[in-house]
């Protein structure tokens, strides 16, 4: 029997009825890719409710590309478990958050002393990105290619596609995006910041 099941229609009824609960329940803010939900999951696959099984593309947009449950993975989170949970590094530090930023400092290119921060979110990324710029440079816009997504907080939404906002009738103003930029094609240079071949570069309106 192939990876791939499907045992009902898509979304199947127990999926199906979960949707109407979900829209009950859940902001509308809340959307998924998928009208299906899971049961389970193993390696690069998923169950639904319904029992039937696919192919995982996604893999938690990109969070689990060790595969589901993998066996490496459990046994950290289980011995974990054993030692503590949940303490907060901002009041009580541990071992592992400075582990975990040393071994990243040392992946990440570039022959230059290195700090590391982990937060919740890209959007909690991108908002500290821009108070750590902004305190450095003493300025306060930020450049944002066209179509680029980067959260949707307030002060992000300023910096994602116009559209997004439009559609959600919101204006944020917490941040003046100069420029929005579409390019066919992109030549950087790591060494000296250089940026070519812009297709062109217009003031947002």
Not at 83 to 107: D, F, G, K, M, S
Request: glycine share 8%; charged share 20%.
């Amino acid at each position: 029997m192939g990876t791939i099941q499907l045992k009902t229609s898509i979304p199947g009824p127990k999926s199906r009825a979960l949707v109407e609960r979900q829209e009950a329940a859940v902001p509308r803010g809340l959307s998924h890719a998928t009208p299906v939900y899971v049961a389970r999951a193993e390696e690069a696959w998923i169950e639904d409710v319904d029992g039937n099984r696919f192919l995982d593309f996604a893999g938690g947009i990109g969070s689990i590309n060790t595969g589901h449950r993998n066996p490496q993975v459990i046994r950290a989170i289980e011995a974990q478990l054993e030692a503590h949970l949940h303490t907060c590094a901002q009041v009580t530090p541990y071992e592992n958050y400075v582990r975990v930023a040393e071994r990243l400092n040392q992946i990440t290119p570039g022959k230059f002393p290195k700090k590391t921060l982990l937060l919740n979110s890209g959007a909690e990324a991108v908002e500290n990105a821009i108070k750590i710029a902004r305190a450095h440079t003493g300025r306060a816009g930020v450049i944002a290619f066209e179509d680029a997504f980067h959260g949707r907080t307030l002060l992000t939404l300023g910096l994602t596609s116009k559209e997004i906002a439009s559609r959600m009738n919101i204006s944020p103003n917490t941040v003046k995006a100069f420029f929005r930029m579409v390019m066919t094609k992109m030549l950087v240079s790591t060494r000296s910041g250089i940026v070519g071949k812009i297709a062109r570069m217009t003031p947002v309106g």
